[in-house]
């Protein structure tokens, strides 16, 4: 009988663990992500900046953000309403253009962005060239001053 009890229990934690992921996956989801090359073709046409989050799925902080920062209200709004916002997986063998560039995701990472580390951001002007890259994992609260950040210098990005 005891066994059993140890047994149902151990059932019941773990259906409420996978409640406890899967409500945090659906959390994440508040951010209107578009592809990369969706982005920037939507940028030409909208005089909106793009956020571009680059993550890998083996990146332990990625998942954190996607869970933490993503989900909180004010950055998805934020990302929703104010920017084109796009995720770009670093490890994707697909070729994109980086600043006028043909090149692989890999390629501009290292080379156009010269980025070494995940979580990373760029900002894309609408015309297609990069602003800024920031490498951190932030709390939502960092993410939003970023995002007030950026949307000060708005006006002077956007013709870029």
Request: glycine fraction near 2%; include cysteine.
């Amino acid at each position: 009988m005891r066994l059993r009890v140890s047994l149902l229990n151990a059932l019941v934690a773990i259906l409420v663990a996978s409640t406890v992921s899967f409500g945090a996956e659906a959390k994440a989801s508040m951010v209107k992500w578009r592809t990369y090359t969706d982005a920037l073709e939507f940028a030409k046409t909208s005089a909106k900046l793009v956020f571009v989050d680059l993550y890998a799925d083996w990146c332990v902080p990625c998942r954190v953000m996607d869970k933490n920062v993503y989900s909180d209200p004010t950055v998805a709004s934020l990302l929703n309403n104010r920017f084109i916002s796009a995720k770009l997986d670093v490890d994707s063998k697909d070729t994109i253009t980086c600043d006028g560039q043909r090149k692989t995701v890999d390629r501009c990472y290292h080379d156009v962005w010269e980025l070494n580390a995940i979580p990373a951001f760029v900002l894309i002007a609408p015309k297609g060239l990069t602003i800024l890259t920031v490498t951190d994992s932030m709390s939502p609260q960092e993410m939003r001053m970023l995002l007030y950040k950026f949307l000060e210098k708005e006006k002077e990005w956007i013709e870029r």
